[in-house]
């Protein structure tokens, strides 16, 4: 049973939905423009949008990680303040009642549902995940055992998985470290996954490939909450000079092929990118100078909300809306693409993320605030 008792302390960062749709947008416009037609593929448009700036998901993906890194650390940095301590059972319930419930309908689809339809449309299934790892959130090594899963449902998922195993460390990390130590934590973390990226080709995929990206947004978190002149200086930046991650993010999505093109730069470059992803996390939270607060843009701040089930649940909003135009012939123009699949798939993914929230997740969030110490 929850202790209705427990004091609870609000604690809300009103930026971070905006980043985290924007986030979601990058990782869903690597997968639309989908198209049977030989013509546009060869297209210059399409060689730029999907051959280079949106051919993965990868930045999307690695901000949710920063993203992550930063609020866990952050909430967990707040609940030893107001304990003393850091309840690991109670967080794990939080991240349980958060994560499973969409997570697990989600392989249900991609193990049930969707080699169901594959074989109604006349095609056959190649399903070659791993129904184990993937039920014990460990699909990013199935990816790298077996390769991409046959069912878009369920190659979204390893991200997932890594945030489960983050999740499942993370927070023992800090109840087993005493607090005077916990500074060493994050670049120790950081020049573990550099040591794996030195020496192993999996690096994308693998947990200590990746973890590099919470670890920088926690130690954004660790210095944001435990140094007051440095949310100081942040808060005091100039805006020529708080500009600089949003730019340089930006030509990284342009140009991250060409920018990241040596074993060396290929091993340092979360460590890089992460760097100002956390400096765009400060920026929104804590200058008072910022020239884009997000949460200025209401649309983009309450979709922000919705981006788990966006995340697990866009890829089902593709496939119905690319099988249904690719049945009518209608993505064989470049128009096609740009003006029938891209909104009708984003509408669809929207609107099936907010059917998930209100009547599917909305339960298990209510009992997860029982559990909490911290709210929004």
């Not at 049977?36 to 993906?61: C, H, M, P, R």
């Not at 991409?148 to 991200?159: A, E, F, K, M």
């Amino acid at each position: 049973m929850a202790d209705m008792s427990i004091v609870k302390e609000k604690l809300f960062f009103p930026n971070l939905d905006g980043l985290r749709f924007f986030s979601f947008l990058v990782v869903f416009l690597s997968h639309t423009f989908h198209t049977t037609s030989a013509g546009i593929e060869n297209q210059e448009w399409y060689k730029v949008v999907k051959g280079s700036i949106f051919k993965d998901g990868d930045l999307g993906v690695s901000f949710f990680f920063v993203l992550s890194g930063f609020l866990i650390t952050y909430l967990l940095l707040k609940e030893n303040q107001i304990n003393s301590q850091i309840d690991v059972r109670r967080f794990y319930l939080r991240r349980i009642l958060r994560i499973w419930p969409l997570y697990f309908f989600s392989v249900f689809f991609g193990f049930v549902i969707f080699p169901y339809f594959k074989s109604l449309f006349g095609q056959v299934p190649l399903e070659t995940a791993d129904p184990l790892l993937c039920a014990t959130f460990l699909n990013n090594f199935n990816s790298i055992v077996n390769g991409p899963p046959d069912s878009s449902v369920l190659s979204v998922l390893w991200s997932v998985a890594i945030e489960e195993q983050f999740y499942l460390v993370w927070p023992l990390i800090f109840f087993l470290t005493p607090q005077r130590h916990y500074y060493l934590v994050f670049p120790l973390v950081i020049i573990a996954s550099l040591f794996y990226r030195s020496f192993y080709s999996d690096i994308e995929t693998h947990t200590l490939g990746v973890i590099s990206d919470m670890a920088m947004g926690g130690w954004a978190a660790y210095l944001s909450f435990t140094n007051q002149k440095f949310i100081s200086r942040i808060s005091a930046s100039p805006i020529f000079l708080s500009m600089v991650p949003y730019l340089v993010v930006f030509l990284i999505m342009l140009f991250k092929y060409d920018l990241f093109y040596t074993q060396a730069l290929i091993i340092w470059k979360r460590i890089i990118i992460g760097l100002f992803f956390s400096w765009i996390i400060l920026d929104q939270n804590f200058n008072s100078k910022c020239l884009i607060p997000l949460s200025r843009f209401k649309l983009v701040s309450s979709l922000g909300k919705y981006t788990y089930g966006l995340y697990c649940l866009h890829t089902i909003a593709l496939l119905i809306v690319t099988t249904l135009l690719s049945k009518l012939s209608w993505d064989v123009y470049a128009w096609q693409l740009w003006v029938l699949q891209l909104p009708s798939a984003l509408l669809l993914s929207i609107g099936l993320s907010l059917l998930s929230y209100r009547y599917f997740e909305s339960p298990f969030l209510r009992l997860k605030n029982k559990y909490s110490y911290i709210i929004k």
